[in-house]
C-alpha cells in the first residue's frame, strides 16, 4: 500500500455521489439456455456454465475489485460507487451482481465518514463476543451486522477476522477473538453464519500468522508449518468448517518466506487442497506484489487494486495470459470461485436491494447491548463490593469521557455508531492516520448508572487531575474510574500499562476511598500495579454503542456478569513470548521518514520468529511454568457454581460428561471448559458450553471434545494423528485450574483435515 487510505477531500466529494444498483438483467429465455439460473444443478455446474458463457474480459472483471476513493473516473471504474472498501463490477448480462464491500466484524464500518451521515450498530469488540463462549450471540451478531450491510446496498462483508493473538500489544487484538483456536474458530464460525444468513458473502481473515500490525506489509512470519496447522490455521479451518464464508481475505504479511497473499503453500496446498475449500481468495488492500505468481499461487481477487504498486490483475493478468504465463484454465478457475462464493451464499438468486432499505436501529442496539453485558468480565470482587447497591447516595464517576460515552478501537473496523460522536481525537501521525481516528460510541456509563440509581447524585469527574480526583472519591459513598487504552490496526500498542498515568490516578482514587471500582474499556490486557488495592475490576473491553448501560447493568446486578477472558492477562510484558513488537524502533522511523503512512510499506522485509509454534496464549504460559495475572477462560460472577459427578469416555472419540449447579442466590451463567493434555504436552481447551442456571439449578452437561484439538498434524501425510494412548482432562473454570480431573484411553486413529 504505497498510498494513504482516505484522502479526505476525495472522500467528501464521494459521500454525495449517485448511488444506484442496477437490477441484475435476466432475459427471459428458457431455463435450459441458461444452466446457471436452475438452482437444482447445484453450485458447482452453475458456476462452470456461467464461466463458459463470459468472454475473457468478463472474467477479468471479476478477478479485481475497485477502490471508491482512487478509482472514480478512471477507465472502466464503476460509475455509482459507494464509497466504501470496494467495488466489483458486475455482468448484468449473466446476473452476476455488482459485488460492494464494507468493512467489518463490528458494524458496517465508515471509519473516516467516507458517506457523510450514515450511521450503522456497533458491536462491542470482537475480544467482548469472544468472552461470550456463546456461538448464539456470536451468531446474532453476524446476523444483524449483515442485515445493515444488505440494507445499506452492500453486499460482501470484509467480517470475520479470526488471527489468533500471540502478543498482548496487537494493535487489532480487540477486533479479533483472542488466542485460542477452537474459542476463536467456533466464535467466528457462528458470526460468519450469522452475517451469511442475509444473503451476502462474509469472508474469514487474515490468511495467515498477521499477528503484529507494526511492518505488517513486510514482516515474514516464520513458524512451521505443522505448528501453524496446530493453532492460528485450526482456527481458520474450525470457522471455515461452521461459516462456511464466500470469501478467505489473505495476509498483508509473508508466511515463510513469500507473501501470504502469492503463498502456494496456504493458498492452494492448504486451503484448496487439504481443506477442499471452494469459495475465492481476495488479497487484503495493497497486499498484491505480482501477477502471474500470485494468480498461479492461488489469488482469485486483487482487492482495491489501486492501492498496489500496479494494477497486477488488470492488463499485465491480460498480458500474462496472452503469453500462457497464466494459464487461461487459471482465470477461468478464478472467476468460478468468485461466482461459487457468490452462488453458495444465496447473493446470486437474491441479489441485494437497487436501494436503501428501512434499517430497525433500536431493535439492533438491543443485540449490540446483549454482546456487551456477556462479554463484560468481572475480574475482582473482594468483599462483595459488586453488585453495587443501589441504596448509595453520592457516586462519583472517574474519567475516561464516562460522562458522554465509551471507547471504540480504530482501524478499518470502526463504526460510525447510531447516536453520533461524542468525543472524537483525529491522529496526527503515524500508519493508521488516514484511516483511524480515536472516537467514543454516545452511550455515557454515567447516565446510565443515574438511570438506574434515580435518587442517587452522581457526578462526574475528569480523571486529568488524581489529587481532584481523589478529593472527589473522598466525599462519595462510591468511586468509579473509568480506565482507557487506544489500540488501532496498523499500529501496536508501546506496553501494557495504562497510558497518560491512569495508574497514578486509580492509586490515588482508591487511597481516598476503598469501595472503589475499575472499569477496563482497553483493547486488550493491561498491567495492574495498583490490583490489590482496588476491590472490584471489570473487563468491559470496547463495548460498543450500548457500552455505557451494559456497564451499568453489571455494576448495579441488573445483569450478572458472565463472561470469561478469551486472551491471557499477563503479570508484565516479559512472560510474553516477544518482549515487545518486533523491529518496532526501525518501522517507526521508516514510517516517519517516509511518511507512508501504511505500517512499513517502504522499508525491508524483516522477519518475526514465533518459537512457541502452536504453545499460542495460555499454553505458552503453562510451557515456561510463568503465573499469569488472570488467566484465559477466566472470570467472575455474582453466583458460585459447583462440578460433580465428571465421567470420560474414551475410545475413537472422546466424551465428557458432569452436572453444573448453581450454588448462590442468583441465576447466572456459567462456562464450564475442558481442557485435555496428553503426557509432556500443555493442555488445550477440547470443548466448553455456556450454561443458564436458575439458583439452585443443577443441569447435566454432556460434551464432545474437538477431536482435531487432541490430534497432531501430520505435515507429510497431510492430515491428522490422533496419537492413542492416555489423555488427562481437566474439567476446569480457567486454563491452569482443574476442579474435577480424569483420564481417557484414545485410539490411535488418522482423519482427513
Ligand atoms: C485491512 C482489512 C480490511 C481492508 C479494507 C485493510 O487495511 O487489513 O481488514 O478489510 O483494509 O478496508
Not at 455446474?45 to 482512487?70: G, H, I, N, Y
Not at 459488586?386 to 471507547?407: C, F, N, S, W, Y
Not at 492430515?719 to 484411553?745: K, S
Request: charged share 20%; aromatic share 6%; hydrophobic share 45%.
Amino acid at each position: 500500500m504505497s498510498e494513504t487510505r482516505f484522502p479526505i477531500l476525495r472522500c467528501i466529494l464521494l459521500a454525495g455521489a449517485a448511488l444506484s444498483l442496477t437490477a441484475p438483467v435476466l432475459a427471459a429465455a428458457p431455463q435450459a439456455a441458461k444452466p446457471w439460473l436452475n438452482r437444482k444443478l447445484g453450485t458447482e455446474a452453475r458456476a462452470s456454465a456461467l464461466v463458459a458463457a463470459m468472454t475473457e474480459d468478463e472474467k477479468l472483471q471479476l478477478v479485481r475489485t475497485w477502490f471508491p476513493p482512487f478509482a472514480q473516473g478512471k477507465p472502466g471504474a464503476p460509475t455509482d460507487m459507494v464509497p466504501s472498501a470496494g467495488e466489483m463490477v458486475g455482468v448484468p448480462r449473466l446476473g452476476i451482481p455488482t459485488l460492494r464491500e464494507s468493512d467489518a466484524s463490528l458494524g458496517v464500518a465508515n471509519q473516516v465518514e467516507q458517506r457523510k451521515g450514515d450511521v450503522a450498530t456497533a458491536l462491542p469488540a470482537g475480544l467482548a463476543t469472544a468472552a461470550s463462549f456463546d456461538p448464539e450471540v456470536a451468531y446474532a451478531g453476524g446476523a444483524m451486522i449483515g442485515s445493515e450491510a444488505r440494507a445499506k446496498r452492500f453486499n460482501v462483508l470484509l467480517a470475520g477476522g479470526v488471527n489468533l493473538t500471540r502478543d498482548p500489544w496487537g494493535g487489532r487484538d480487540f477486533e479479533y477473538l483472542g488466542e485460542d483456536p477452537l474459542l476463536a474458530g467456533v466464535i467466528d464460525g457462528a458470526h460468519i453464519k450469522g452475517v451469511q444468513s442475509n444473503h451476502i458473502v462474509s469472508t474469514i481473515k487474515h490468511f495467515a500468522l498477521n499477528s503484529q500490525e507494526t511492518g505488517r506489509m513486510v514482516a515474514d512470519a516464520k513458524l512451521d508449518w505443522t505448528s501453524l496447522h496446530e493453532s492460528d490455521l485450526l482456527a481458520f479451518k474450525i470457522a471455515i468448517d461452521q461459516g462456511r464464508p464466500g470469501s478467505v481475505m489473505c495476509a498483508y504479511n509473508l508466511v515463510n518466506g513469500d507473501y501470504a497473499c502469492e503463498n502456494k503453500e496456504l493458498l492452494t496446498t492448504i486451503l484448496r487442497g487439504d481443506w477442499g475449500y471452494k469459495g475465492f481468495v481476495m488479497s487484503d488492500w495493497g497486499a498484491v506484489h505480482s501477477t502471474a505468481k500470485a494468480a498461479n499461487a492461488g489469488l482469485d481477487q486483487d482487492s482495491g487494486a489501486e492501492l498496489d504498486k500496479m494494477i497486477y490483475f488488470g492488463a499485465p493478468l491480460k498480458e500474462a495470459l496472452a503469453k500462457g504465463e497464466v494459464p487461461k484454465a487459471r482465470l477461468d478457475e478464478m472467476a468460478k470461485r468468485v461466482l461459487t462464493g457468490i452462488i453458495e451464499t444465496g447473493l446470486y438468486d437474491d441479489p441485494a436491494p437497487a436501494t436503501n432499505q428501512p434499517i430497525d436501529y433500536a431493535a439492533h442496539a438491543l443485540v449490540a447491548q446483549k454482546a456487551a453485558e456477556e462479554g463484560i468480565v468481572l475480574l475482582r470482587n473482594e468483599g462483595d463490593m459488586l453488585p453495587l447497591a443501589t441504596q448509595a447516595k453520592r457516586i462519583v464517576v472517574i474519567g475516561g469521557h464516562a460522562d458522554v460515552g465509551v471507547l471504540s478501537g480504530g482501524g478499518s473496523s470502526q463504526v460510525r455508531s447510531v447516536g453520533g460522536v461524542p468525543v472524537e481525537i483525529p491522529l496526527k501521525s503515524g500508519p493508521a492516520a488516514s484511516f483511524a481516528r480515536t472516537t467514543w460510541h454516545n452511550s455515557s456509563p454515567m447516565k446510565a448508572i443515574q438511570a438506574l440509581v434515580p435518587g442517587a447524585e452522581v457526578t462526574y469527574v475528569d480523571g486529568s487531575d488524581p489529587a481532584a480526583a481523589a478529593a472527589a472519591a473522598k466525599a462519595a459513598d462510591i468511586a468509579i474510574v473509568f480506565a482507557t487504552q487506544w489500540r488501532t490496526e496498523a499500529e501496536d500498542i508501546h506496553n501494557l500499562t495504562l497510558p497518560n498515568d491512569q495508574d497514578a490516578l486509580i492509586d490515588a482514587v482508591a487511597a481516598a476511598n476503598p469501595k472503589t471500582a475499575v472499569v477496563l474499556e482497553t483493547g486488550g490486557p493491561v498491567l495492574m500495579s495498583w490490583l490489590e488495592k482496588v476491590p472490584a475490576v471489570l473487563a468491559a473491553w470496547y463495548p460498543g454503542q450500548r457500552g455505557g448501560e451494559a456497564i451499568a447493568n453489571i455494576l448495579f446486578g441488573k445483569v450478572n456478569p458472565s463472561g470469561r477472558l478469551p486472551i491471557t492477562f499477563p503479570v508484565a510484558e516479559k512472560q510474553a513470548p516477544r518482549p515487545a513488537p518486533v523491529n518496532l524502533a526501525a518501522i517507526e522511523a521508516n514510517d516517519a521518514a517516509s511518511n507512508a503512512g501504511s505500517a512499513g510499506a517502504q522499508a525491508a522485509i524483516f522477519p518475526i520468529e514465533y518459537p512457541e509454534g502452536a504453545n499460542v496464549g495460555y499454553r505458552w504460559f503453562e510451557a515456561q511454568k510463568e503465573k499469569p495475572l488472570f488467566p484465559f477462560g477466566y472470570g467472575l460472577s455474582y453466583t458460585h457454581f459447583a462440578y460433580k459427578n465428571l465421567k470420560v469416555t474414551g475410545g475413537a472419540t472422546l466424551a465428557i460428561s458432569f452436572d453444573v449447579t448453581n450454588s448462590g442466590a442468583r441465576a447466572g451463567a456459567d462456562v464450564p471448559q475442558v481442557y485435555v493434555a496428553a503426557d509432556g504436552q500443555t493442555a488445550r481447551l477440547a470443548a466448553f458450553q455456556r450454561v443458564e442456571l436458575k439458583p439452585g439449578e443443577t443441569r447435566h452437561v454432556t460434551l464432545t471434545a474437538e477431536r482435531r484439538i487432541l490430534s497432531r498434524w501430520d505435515d507429510k501425510a497431510r492430515g491428522w494423528h490422533l496419537v492413542g494412548g492416555r489423555y488427562h482432562v481437566a474439567l476446569a473454570r480457567a486454563a491452569g485450574d482443574a476442579a474435577l480431573t480424569a483420564d481417557a484411553t484414545m485410539t490411535d486413529q488418522r482423519f482427513r483435515p
